[in-house]
């Protein structure tokens, strides 16, 4: 079997569940060491024994909070220890709430997981491939929401939104280092947000968390000259222009 990631370390938040843990597990089948990181520590590693394989690459698990500026520089040094190759900036946070009733500890909450924190691990990330001198990636899990926004998700589609941006404004400060930064938009993906919300996935439809995970490892495994800039997925039966 190929292993289009053989030799590569990648480095994936929010790696404990959903599409962050379908990411580590195609990336890790695909020959890739990982670095995972999640604030859920016993989650965390629940979910790195899950994927590991005793004749497999290194796995290492590092619970961390990335709003936490210590615990961030602490995740980054120990990519740079492992020469990391890749960077899936996966982790993240949403609210339902119409605009007028969004209070201002939500929407700190969004930004400073969504926002903020992807940028702080994107720099790191920036930093250790030009001090490696060699080619790297990032991936940020963006949102069809950066395209066209729900009801009430004013904090979460401003995230997403500000995420694009910082992703096409990297992937212009990586070109000349050969850093290559690219953005995947998913829409609805089996998740435990749909909990209660069955009429919605009735008519709008779900993808499999590894559905996402593929196209992400297609976008990570292009020749070192190529980006894949931006992808959207979505399940066939979900409206995404007029989407209510």
């Known amino acids: ?4 990631l053989a030799g590569k370390t990648t480095l994936v938040t929010g790696a404990s569940s959903g599409i962050g843990l379908a990411i580590a597990k195609i990336f890790y089948d695909a020959g890739s060491a990982l670095i995972m990181a999640a604030r859920d520590g016993e989650k965390l590693h629940a979910a790195a024994e899950l994927i590991a394989d005793p004749d497999g690459p290194r796995i290492t698990a590092v619970p961390t909070d990335l709003t936490d500026d210590g615990q ?10 492992q020469l990391m190759d890749i960077l899936v900036n996966n982790a993240g946070a949403s609210i339902r709430a119409r605009t007028e009733n969004v209070t201002p500890a939500q929407w700190r909450g969004v930004m400073d997981l969504n926002v903020t924190a992807a940028f702080l691990a994107a720099q790191a ?4 491939f ?9 991936l940020n899990i963006g949102s069809v929401s950066a395209r066209v926004p729900r009801h009430n998700s004013v904090a979460y589609t401003t995230s997403k939104f500000a995420l694009d941006g910082m992703s096409r404004a990297m992937a212009l400060d990586g070109r000349g280092k050969r850093i290559a930064v690219s953005i995947l938009h998913p829409g609805n993906t089996e998740s435990g947000i ?9 008519k709008e439809g779900l993808m499999p ?11 990570c495994t292009m020749p070192e000259e190529i980006n ?5 997925m979505l399940p066939l039966s979900m409206p995404f222009l007029g989407r209510g």
């Open 228 to 232: 894949l800039l931006d992808a959207t």
């Open 72 to 81: 961030l520089a602490a995740l980054f040094e120990v990519g740079a220890a």
């Open 209 to 219: 968390a590894e559905a996402v995970a593929r196209c992400a490892l297609l976008m």
């Open 1 to 4: 079997m190929t292993k289009p």
């Open 194 to 202: 749909w909990a209660g919300q069955e009429e919605a996935v009735a």
């Open 125 to 128: 990330a920036f930093r250790i």
């Open 130 to 138: 030009i001090a490696q001198d060699r080619p790297g990636r990032i």
